[in-house]
């Protein structure tokens, strides 16, 4: 069951923007990351919710959307997410996250996966000027941004090809990403 729901998780880009998340469902899902390891058990992220119309748009063209689909500018209007979760930092409880952030993000989007949902990760994010539309105050710093929604997209996972790691799409707008094999991963066996 784990399994397959990591499987299911990917970085999905597209969704059916007419459908809508309550943040209520969005709070059950930080509630799993609330649950999750934290280390130290400083428990330093904090959490914004940003599922309302306007400030959805506002944050949308501050993201990065594909580095590998260089022509490809982002979900037109109708498949664009539906809400966005900051991944904050408040640098008053701790100076160091640690690997809480990867902890918590994955526990949010297995949550979202599990209800339907899905959602992507993202880095590349204009983190000055989101701060400004969603008033960070300045002791917390956005860590990463997720973008959420019911994906309208199929994501295939497969063998890595002459170590080419690079997702892409096909003609049907098939989501293709390449998976190292297992054997390439384990160094040893001891």
């Known amino acids: 069951m784990i399994r397959d729901l990591i499987i299911k998780n990917r970085s999905y880009r597209r969704f059916d923007q007419s459908l809508k998340i309550e943040v209520e469902q969005i709070k059950n899902w930080i509630e799993l990351a609330r ?86 990760i993202f880095g590349t994010v204009n983190r000055n000027k989101v701060a400004k539309i969603i008033r960070l105050p300045e002791n917390m710093e956005i860590l990463w941004i997720i973008a959420l929604g019911k ?19 096909d003609e049907s707008q098939v989501h293709h990403v390449p998976k190292r094999l297992l054997d390439d991963l384990i160094l040893k066996e001891l």
């Open 35 to 120: 649950f999750s390891a934290s280390g130290r058990n400083a428990q330093p992220l904090k959490y914004i919710v940003c599922s309302g119309e306007n400030i959805v748009n506002k944050i949308f063209p501050h993201l990065g959307w594909a580095g590998y689909l260089p022509d490809w500018k982002g979900p037109e209007e109708g498949e664009r997410p539906t809400a966005y979760i900051a991944v904050i930092h408040d640098k008053i409880i701790s100076q160091n996250y640690f690997c809480d952030d990867g902890i918590a993000m994955q526990s949010i989007l297995l949550g979202a996966v599990a209800d339907g949902f899905g959602g992507c």
């Open 151 to 169: 994906p309208v997209e199929e994501v295939v996972l497969e063998d890595i090809k002459d170590n080419n790691i690079k997702y892409w799409r």
